[in-house]
């Protein structure tokens, strides 16, 4: 396995509270890695190319005697290398390239596109035009391999940006531990994530004082992050919302036990681990109705609100509130039962066969997209 160093470096740092009782078999799986060069994010155009070219090399020259390259990753400068290695190659895109994931559908093509970059506060035409060749791009290296996806929205979305490319959906695309649950539901509300703005922190705080004027409640918000947006969220808070930042994974899902309704407004997804990591608990979500959260949860425990509706946030969370919970909460549980890391990997390592077949049997043909 190839990693870069800063990023073996950052999970290395963090194990136990990103993978709890995984830490130990990905540590051991991190020591057997192969250390490469950082990516040059950001950096100059001539660094992005020399990066590519030295990733080739070193694809080449680990890859030999092997079936297949493989980079759970979307990352273009990874991509290009890949492809310029000549090795039978793919990736697993964990979010829809240019974009992220989209949060109105409505429209197609370049429009779509202009209208969620808009939503996100990218609204000049030189910010239009990168992302529209970023996606350009993508397509042009991934159009000669079957591209792996964590989420069939992320082919829904690409679709609806005009990127046809051969794609596989890995499904299921994400597992879940069980959740220790038990006890009192003390606490009322609950955000769970990383404490950005995409994920919906600045949105959750908003609602939750819109809730605290109509009744008294316990909030919690919870999740990674730290910084000026944090300093902004407690100068927010109406008095009732405790913060538990970077917790660990044990303490994250004793508080989501213990927690009646979950509130996620996220705009940046493709398959939330964390819905799922909250339906394993019995905890019911609300959340927006954008592809990533409809396409996977079928289930009456996600409640799907019109995107940047949150009259209806508010509206959905004091109807949970005031019903009798144990129905949704078993649904919660069997829905959340049926993901699990043992599927993942099976479905994983299935898909991983069908690019080998695709790189046999269309060496040079593009293939229509599955889903």
């Known amino acids: 396995m190839l990693i870069p160093r800063d990023l073996k470096l950052s999970i290395m740092g963090k194990l136990d509270k ?12 991190l020591d057997d890695s192969i250390e490469i060069k950082d990516s040059p994010e950001g950096g100059s155009l001539l660094d992005q190319l020399r990066y590519v070219k030295y990733l080739a090399r070193i694809v080449r020259e680990v890859g030999k005697g092997h079936d297949i390259a493989y980079f759970t990753h979307s990352r273009l400068t990874y991509s290009m290398g890949l492809m310029l290695s000549g090795m039978p190659w793919t990736s697993m895109l964990q979010v829809t390239p240019g974009v992220g994931s989209v949060v109105v559908d409505e429209g197609q093509g370049v429009r779509l596109l202009l209208r969620n970059l808009r939503l996100r506060g990218s609204v000049g035409v030189d910010r239009l035009l990168e992302k529209y060749a970023q996606l350009q791009l993508f397509k042009r290296i991934h159009g000669g391999t079957l591209t792996l996806a964590v989420s069939r929205s992320v082919v ?31 606490i009322d509300v609950v955000f769970y994530s990383r404490i950005t703005q995409e994920k919906g922190a600045l949105d959750f705080m ?66 939330p681990l964390v819905i799922l990591e909250a339906l394993s608990c019995g905890t019911p979500v609300i ?29 959905a969370t004091l109807k949970l509130l005031d019903s009798d919970l144990r129905e949704l909460s078993t649904e919660a549980y069997n829905f959340a039962r049926r993901f699990t890391w043992d599927e993942v990997v099976r479905s994983e390592w299935n898909a991983l066969g069908k690019v080998l077949e695709y790189w046999e049997r269309f060496p040079h043909q593009p293939l229509p997209c599955h889903s």
């Open 18 to 29: 990103l993978f709890g009782p995984w830490s130990g078999r990905v540590r051991a799986l």
């Open 206 to 271: 908003r609602i939750v004082r819109a809730l605290s004027r109509l009744r008294r409640l316990r909030v919690v918000m919870m999740g990674w992050g730290g910084g000026a947006l944090v300093d902004l969220l407690k100068k927010m808070n109406p008095g009732n919302v405790e913060f538990r930042l970077n917790v660990d994974r044990d303490e994250a899902m004793r508080t989501l036990a213990a927690s009646k309704v979950m509130i996620y407004p996220t705009m940046l997804d493709a398959f």
């Open 156 to 186: 829904y979305e690409l679709r609806r940006l005009g990127i046809n490319i051969p794609m596989l959906v890995v499904d299921p695309g994400n597992g879940v531990d069980p959740c220790v649950s038990g006890g009192d539901r003390d």
């Open 287 to 315: 959340a927006h109705d954008i592809p990533a959260v409809r396409f996977n949860f079928n289930t009456r425990a996600v409640v799907k609100v019109r995107p940047l509706d949150y009259r209806s946030f508010i509206e």
